[in-house]
């Protein structure tokens, strides 16, 4: 490993100087490592978020990072480890437990200029602060006529967790990608994660980035593309994960790997499913997804938030605008149940949508339903 | 329904909040240092250099009464005034300007020229000239929904701020903020907020960007101070709280301003706060708090110097608790009925802009007939203001999709100003940006 750093490095920097770079590009080591050998590396989603944040930091001293635990505790799931060390105190802000305080301190420096990017513990506690993301963040640039944009990120984990029970345990994307003013970016893989966190940081408008806790610690593999310090992904971009003609599911987030297992089962049955992973819930990439169904003429959205009012609501109306002529059978949702989430695991399980909720929803659509007692 | 002020006063302003910052400086820090690890049982050390722990050595701090600071003032200088005649006529002209402004407000509201809700300043002027004509242009003024005449004293003219009002093109947010909703960014006044407590957490974000711009990017001359104006109602806010802890524990440029004109709408202050006294809460967050009467523009004015000038040089946030009064109702869709005649005579004899006058009078800083002409030339002022935004272009229909975003393409804009979304490769996720 110390072999490839230097060689990035290049020649010319005396030892001295080396050790000091050496040091300052720790926490994006383990990126550096996989360049090593073959292209498709592996990541880890929290590789991803975590060398994203310290290249831009170290790009842009605007950018810095606040929130509960970001700093000494090297970040509640640990996206910040490394951080505090490598920038300081007076950029990596460990903050008291105020969202809405903190939050509006955010609104307020990005007001000026700075690049904040602030840490929801979880996106559950953005709840006490959620008039700062709304009020004064996503309004400000309309109200203000222009004269103030709000270049900040509010990050942190989103959607259902595991064995937390209601409050800790919910899908925010549909309540923020209803609000002008904001842009709403939902990260999959490690290129997702990476890409997109890089381009919220430099956008010039709010941005909420629902990460996802059960992600974190998984792998994906990644191009050499995405290694490089310059690689960004399109806000408002869905990305095709899997080319199909049967059907278009549309999921992001961590349904998005749901989908792509769901298409694996139904490839083996004949139904070649086109996975598409949304990546930008707002602004929502409309043309991708209407360009998918007119060729499938069949449609599938997944989502772990509530049926109502939802993303996959918002993606049936607009495909039944543009492309209605086109549909072949009824648009089915596959979403979290439309109740708060339940302690019990097995209830648990029962709320959030299963990889076998979107073969079946996907067979039904394709009238190759199975019989009732067998989906009951 | 007064404050007793002079209870706690042991301190007197001018002299003491700095000095009691420097000394408190010397207090050894070893020493809070060492008892650090034995609180509450915690062994974690304080890292040194860290920003937490400097203000922890500050935690006394000054609790000062303005009526001392502005008799040590008055018997300390060199002359008995406390302004010049020049200062006497800039606050004259602004608190008038204020007052017939929002009196202008009522009539054009009453004739349908503006809508929605509009709250009124009247009797609260005191308050806005003493503290913002104290401040640079690179300062910031965070303000309420009764924010018209904290923007007049920023300087926003009154041009824009009436065709704001009438909801159209010219106004300073082209019609799209309205009357709760003011900014100027050239003004450096960034809002404008309509719920209670919002604009303190962005006040105080605005005084830490001062904070990181002259720590972290070596900007040695940014003395930018915030001045987070808010009401007695707001003081029961978390978010009030949560803010006094974050300026002081940051020891941000902040002044926190309470315009405590004793109502929230309908709700007295006695009957909404267990403690009705404020400014006791700034010590208990480690920063100083003042009681002002706030009706009286040169003693707001000795306060709002103290505090301003503390935060400039560095010394962290101030609390300053102004005793006012509204003259009008809530808004002016407010019945205005729970509030005792009584207790509107008594504020109304003490129009703050009557005690100015009588000081430049008994000082002789002024002569009737040149205030007479301020009064003129402030008549003419809103008749020229009212005739431009009545004759100014409603925003065209166009301009109701503009402003969502700064990028509104939604791919960010590069180095070079462009949409990034007009590269092709950006789109592929292959450009170098």
Redesign the interface.
């Known amino acids: 490993m110390l072999g490839i750093i230097r060689q990035k490095l290049g020649a010319g920097s005396s030892s001295a100087t080396m050790l000091g770079q050496l040091q300052r590009i720790r926490p994006a080591a383990s990126a550096l490592r996989s360049f090593s050998s073959s292209a498709k590396e592996q990541m880890t989603v929290r590789d991803a978020l975590n060398s994203a944040l310290d290249e831009e930091m170290s790009a842009d001293?605007?950018v810095?990072l606040m929130g509960e635990e970001v700093g000494?505790y090297q970040g509640a799931y640990k996206i910040t480890k490394g951080l505090l060390d490598k920038y300081g105190?007076?950029?990596v802000?460990?903050?008291?437990i105020?969202e809405?305080?903190?939050?509006?301190?955010?609104?307020?420096?990005?007001?000026?200029?700075?690049k904040p990017v602030v840490e929801f513990m979880t996106f559950n506690f953005s709840m006490q602060a959620i008039?700062?993301i709304i009020?004064?963040a996503a309004k400000?640039?309309?109200?203000?006529?222009?004269?103030?944009?709000v270049?900040i990120v509010f990050r942190g984990p989103n959607g259902a967790a595991a064995g937390v029970g209601a409050q800790h345990s919910q899908c925010y994307a549909a309540w923020f990608a209803a609000v002008?003013?904001l842009?709403v970016l939902a990260p999959y893989s490690s290129e997702d994660a990476r890409?997109l966190l890089k381009?919220a940081i430099?956008?010039?408008?709010p941005v909420v980035f629902l990460e996802n806790e059960l992600l974190y610690g998984e792998s994906f593999p990644v191009s050499a593309?995405v290694f490089d310090s310059?690689?960004?992904?399109?806000?408002?971009?869905a990305k095709i994960e899997r080319e199909g003609k049967d059907i278009t599911i549309t999921a992001f987030s961590k349904m998005v790997g749901y989908a792509l297992q769901a298409a694996e089962i139904l490839a083996k049955e004949g139904i070649n499913a086109e996975v598409i992973n949304l990546r930008?819930i707002r602004?929502l990439d409309r043309a991708t997804i209407n360009t998918s169904v007119r060729k499938t003429n069949r449609l599938i959205t997944v989502e772990e938030g509530f049926p109502q009012h939802g993303v996959g609501a918002e993606i049936c109306a607009s495909v039944v605008e543009e492309s209605f002529g086109y549909l072949d059978a009824p648009v089915e949702r596959v979403a979290g149940a439309d109740v708060p989430m339940p302690y019990a695991a097995n209830l648990e399980r029962l709320a959030v949508p299963q990889i076998e909720d979107i073969v079946r929803a996907a067979k039904r659509a394709c009238y190759r339903s199975v019989p009732l007692a067998a989906s009951a | 329904m007064s404050f007793s002020a002079a209870t706690t006063q042991p301190l007197r302003l001018n002299t003491t909040a700095g000095a009691a910052a420097r000394s408190n400086d010397k207090v050894p820090s070893s020493l809070l240092m060492s008892k650090t690890p034995s609180f509450l049982g915690s062994t974690r050390k304080l890292?040194p250099?860290?920003?937490?722990a400097k203000p922890n050595a500050q935690r006394r701090s000054a609790v000062v009464s303005v009526s001392e600071a502005v008799k040590e003032k008055k018997a300390s200088a060199s002359t008995n005034l406390l302004i010049t005649r020049e200062e006497g006529l800039e606050l004259y002209e602004d608190m008038v300007l204020g007052r017939a402004f929002e009196d202008m407000c009522a009539q054009m509201y009453y004739r349908g020229k503006m809508f929605g809700f509009v709250h009124l300043y009247n009797g609260q002027e005191a308050v806005s000239t003493g503290f913002i004509k104290l401040t640079k242009q690179e300062d910031t003024v965070?303000s309420t929904y009764r924010d018209h005449v904290h923007s007049l004293s920023k300087g926003v003219p009154a041009r824009e701020v009436m065709s704001e009002l009438f909801g159209k093109a010219t106004g300073c947010?082209?019609g799209?903020?309205?009357s709760m909703?003011m900014?100027?960014?050239a003004h450096n006044l960034?809002?404008?907020?309509?719920?209670i407590?919002?604009g303190?957490?962005?006040?105080?974000?605005?005084?830490?960007?001062?904070k990181?711009?002259r720590?972290?990017?070596k900007q040695a001359d940014c003395d930018h101070v915030t001045l987070a104006f808010f009401g007695d109602g707001t003081a029961n806010n978390?978010?009030f709280f949560?803010?006094l802890?974050?300026a002081a524990?940051w020891k941000l440029p902040i002044v926190f301003v309470v315009e405590n004109n004793l109502w929230a709408i309908g709700m007295s202050h006695l009957r909404a706060t267990s403690d009705p006294e404020i400014w006791k809460k700034g010590p208990a967050f480690g920063m100083p708090g003042v009681h002002v009467d706030g009706m009286d523009v040169l003693k707001v004015r000795e306060v709002a110097k103290e505090a301003i000038g503390r935060a400039r040089r560095g010394e962290g946030p101030t609390l300053v608790e102004c005793e006012t009064y509204r003259f009008r109702g809530h808004s002016l869709a407010d019945p205005d009925e729970l509030r005792d005649p009584a207790e509107k005579a008594h504020y109304a004899a003490r129009d703050p802009i009557t005690a100015l006058k009588k000081y430049i009078f008994e000082h002789n800083l002024a002569s009737e007939q040149e205030l007479k002409a301020i009064d003129k030339k402030i008549d003419e002022v809103l008749e020229d203001a009212v005739e431009f935004a009545d004759e100014s272009p409603l925003p065209p229909r166009s301009q109701l999709l503009?402003?969502?975003?700064?990028?509104p393409?939604?791919?960010?804009?590069g180095p070079d100003g462009r949409y990034?979304?007009e590269d092709p490769k950006?789109?592929q996720?292959?450009?170098?940006?």
């Open positions: 001293p605007k810095f000494e105190p007076e950029r802000l460990d903050t008291p105020t809405a305080g903190f939050t509006g301190i955010g609104v307020g420096a990005a007001y000026y200029g700075l008039d700062h009020n004064s400000s640039n309309y109200m203000s006529a222009g004269q103030i944009n270049p002008p003013g842009k890409g381009a430099r956008d010039p408008d593309e310059s690689f960004c992904l399109p806000i408002g971009k930008s602004p | 890292r250099g860290c920003v937490a965070v947010c082209r799209q903020g309205g909703h900014f100027s960014k960034i809002g404008g907020f309509a719920f407590g919002e303190i957490p962005v006040a105080t974000g605005a005084a830490f960007s001062s990181y711009r720590e972290v990017l978390g978010q949560e803010c802890n974050m524990l503009e402003n969502v975003f700064a990028d393409k939604g791919f960010g804009i990034r979304c950006f789109t996720g292959t450009a170098k940006v």
